[in-house]
Every structure is written in C-alpha cells, then in structure tokens.
C-alpha cells in the first residue's frame, strides 16, 4: 500500500474507472487501440499528482486503475481523461 503525503494529510485513493463505447461496439483494435495506449499516460504530463498505475484495453471496454489525490474531482479527473481520449 503506497501511501502519498500531501500538505495537511496522508492518502491513498486508488479508483478503477471502466468504459466503453457506445453500444459496447468492439471498435478498440488495431490502431485505435494502440492510440489509446499511448494516451492514457499522458494524463500525467497535465495533472502530475494524478497517475494511470494500471490500464487494459479490451475490443469493446477499457480498464483504468488511477491514484487521484484528493484535491482534484474524480469526476473532473474522468472525464477529462475520457475527453483527451475521444480526440
């Protein structure tokens, strides 16, 4: 268990986040599949606290386990990676 600091506190929130795309079509092959992979860890680049620890793409859903600290919304922090996704 890797516990983080931050200024008034300590924390560990871990968050495995599931989608897929409409309809569960299996679209995520081939090349957009290896456009996901490359993306997801570029969350890291924007939000340096935030970290994709773990992610799977399957043919019709994606699997992402993310640290989020609590200074940022998971909900914020979601769909912010889904919107850099869908581009």
């Known amino acids: 268990m890797d516990v983080r600091l931050s200024a008034h506190g300590a924390y560990h929130h871990q968050y495995h986040v599931v989608w897929i ?10 090349g ?8 997801l860890p570029q969350i890291q680049r ?8 773990q992610w799977s793409v399957q043919v019709d859903h994606i699997h992402v ?12 922090m979601v769909g912010k ?7």
Not at 46 to 53: G, K, P, T, W
């Open 46 to 53: 924007y939000h340096s606290d935030v970290e994709v620890q």
């Open 65 to 76: 386990v993310l640290v989020i600290p609590p200074k940022y919304a998971v909900s914020n």
């Open 81 to 87: 990676l889904k919107a850099n996704l869908s581009r």
């Open 32 to 39: 957009i599949k290896q456009l996901v992979e490359t993306s």
């Open 21 to 30: 795309p409409k309809y569960r079509k299996r679209i995520l092959r081939g």
